[in-house]
């Protein structure tokens, strides 16, 4: 069974809406393209290695429709080497309408998305989730995710779609690699999906020592 990564970009505030550009996704979003200011060698290079064993791509239609309009144009340019993956790999579409998929290798997943993706995960080793908020949520919703990279840049936006929202439910996960920090201050963050959901506690249990009087 394969691995299903999402690979997400968000501010500190965990919006997560349009960090490429304004067109991605402007409706009543006035800071598309937010990420750019704050790309940095470190980050550049965090976010390719990220991409490294990628065997297929599974987006939602949105950012698919962006991926199509895009690559198919960029091999032999600056970023020849995600260009030629990701034109050469399968991509699964989530989407309830219609999309162009003319873009080599594309295909629709059907009405029941828990079930397609249960599938691509047995057909496939590494699986990439990339933007497509809306289904992220349905994944985490699910659970159906291995791996969730998350770069949280140094921003505060106060308004936008956001990483983890309806789709969010009680999870616990891991943090599998170090954290690592680009020049401009953007923090990369690894975790796996674990086991359970978040336990509680007392932090004023006497085996705590913490809340007694000395």
Same mark, same amino acid.
């Given at each position: 069974m394969g691995l299903i990564h999402i690979e997400m970009f968000a501010t500190l505030d965990l919006v997560g809406q349009a960090p490429g550009g304004p067109e991605e996704d402007p409706e009543g979003f006035p800071y598309g393209g937010w990420q750019a200011p704050l790309m940095d060698e470190v980050s550049g290079a965090q976010v390719a290695a990220a991409y490294e064993g990628t065997d297929a791509l599974l987006l939602g239609r949105r950012t698919y429709d962006i991926f199509a309009a895009y690559w198919p144009h960029q091999e032999g340019? &600056?970023?020849? @080497?995600?260009? !030629?993956?990701?034109?050469?790999?399968?991509?699964? =579409?989530?989407?309830?309408g219609t999309p162009d998929l003319s873009w080599a290798g594309s295909t629709q997943l059907g009405p029941?998305?828990? $079930?397609? =993706? !249960? &599938?691509? !995960?047995? !057909?496939? @080793?590494?699986?990439? =989730? =990339?933007?497509?908020?809306?289904?992220v949520q349905s994944l985490l919703r699910e659970k159906l995710f291995d791996r969730l990279d998350l770069w949280v840049h140094p921003i505060v936006l106060g308004v936008g779609k956001k990483v983890f929202d309806d789709g969010a439910v009680p999870t616990n996960v891991t943090l599998v690699q170090p954290p690592a920090v680009s020049t401009k201050g953007t923090v990369h963050l690894r975790y796996g999906l674990a086991e359970g959901v978040p336990g509680t506690g007392d932090m004023s249990a006497p085996d705590r020592?913490? $809340?007694? $009087?000395n």
């Open positions: 340019g &600056e970023d020849n @080497e995600i260009a !030629r993956l990701f034109n050469s790999i399968p991509k699964y =579409v989530a989407s309830r029941d998305l828990a $079930g397609a =993706v !249960r &599938e691509i !995960r047995d !057909r496939h @080793e590494n699986i990439k =989730v =990339v933007g497509s908020l809306d289904l020592g913490l $809340g007694q $009087g």
